[in-house]
């Protein structure tokens, strides 16, 4: 009896197949272990206080070794601020692609920044209570800023159609530039002296700040839509 014989199409649509289930399966697994390390980060940070928390005990904690810690996170600070501040950059991205045509690229922009910022359905508290009283989490988490430029630049080139992805990404570097400024207002006012324990008391309200800020881009935001 002959054996059966496959076209290459169907060998090689069966090896496609493979491959992307073999890839979305070793992504599943790299966002599991990046939140199990960020919550496991937190959950110590808030037990013991950030400066008693180490990396091995992060590692540890996740079920990870400290080797594949260091995949992931570059210090400790940046695990514990990733715990509140993780996919933020997504969301403003998708707000701003989701706005209708009609509405102005700077409101688009300003209101998705604010809304991510300063939503009241946050239930971290704790986490940015604890955040703004650690001189060393606070600059993490003002550093979080960066992350919004790359997918920020991509939902601005979408509603500009624009194929220059200079313009897109110069924009986008404003915004961030901008956001940075304010949290750094917010978070590390020059003249309010810190509290006893080091707990810095936020300047003036967040969304305030945010707008103002971000208010200087409006009219290279308008332009770039003429």
Known sequence: MRARKFAPTQRTWDAGQVATRRTGLRE?????????????ALRLALE?????????????AAGVSPRTYNNY??????????AVTTEREARIAAAVADRPADVRLADAVIDA???????????????????????????AFIHTATAIENPLADAIAQR??????????VLAAGVTAAVRVALERWLQPPSTPIAPGGLVVPSGALPELLRTALASLAPALDAAER
Do not use: C, H, M
Request: aromatic share 4%.
């Open 160 to 169: 500009l159609g624009d194929t220059d992805p200079y313009i897109s990404r």
């Open 48 to 60: 013991r206080g950030p400066d008693n928390v180490r990396v091995d005990d992060i590692a540890e």
């Open 113 to 139: 920044i604010v809304d991510q910022y300063t939503s009241t359905e946050d239930p971290r508290q704790d986490a940015l209570l604890l955040i703004t009283s650690t001189s060393t989490l606070r600059d």
């Open 28 to 40: 599943q697994k790299k966002q599991a272990t990046r939140e199990a390390l960020r919550e496991a």
């Open 73 to 82: 996170f570059s210090s400790r600070e940046q695990a514990i601020v990733a």
